[in-house]
């Protein structure tokens, strides 16, 4: 069975790092565009960040841009989220997301009709 599956995240203070991974099994996504959402308690889910098949077209949210760096490796079908200088806004549930035909630009926009979702790893972040 095709699964997404996320790893990585936990408990930080303020100002710390993380490193979310997200690896396929079941079959190659070295062709999808992949991303990272996430969903905070009583919000909406939001875009985090995308990552076009070559790595070489990426765009992240505003809230996250400096601060969080996506990277990709198709050889380990493998997504990452590099998450540095933490705040307590980026508390949330994170998904990653792989699409077939969607691009990186436009991903935020679209997430309600990707194709296939991770189960999410929890991120909080103390103050």
């Known amino acids: 069975q095709v699964q997404l599956v996320e790893s990585g995240g936990g408990l930080v203070q303020a100002g710390g790092s993380l490193r979310l991974s997200c690896a396929a099994s079941g079959r190659t996504y070295s062709s999808y565009t992949k991303g990272w959402f996430r969903q905070a308690p009583g919000k909406e889910r939001e875009f985090v960040a995308s990552?076009?098949?070559?790595?070489?077209?990426?765009y992240y949210a505003d809230s996250v841009k400096g601060r969080f760096t996506i990277s990709r490796d198709n050889g380990k079908n493998t997504v990452y989220l590099q998450m540095n200088s933490l705040k307590p806004e980026d508390t949330a549930v994170y998904y990653c997301?792989?699409?077939?035909?969607?691009?990186?630009?436009?991903?935020?926009?679209?997430?309600?009709?990707?194709?296939?979702w991770g189960q999410g790893t929890l991120v909080t972040v103390s103050s």
């Open positions: 997301v792989a699409d077939p035909v969607t691009p990186a630009q436009s991903m935020a926009g679209r997430f309600r009709n990707l194709e296939r």
């Open positions: 990552i076009n098949w070559s790595g070489g077209s990426i």
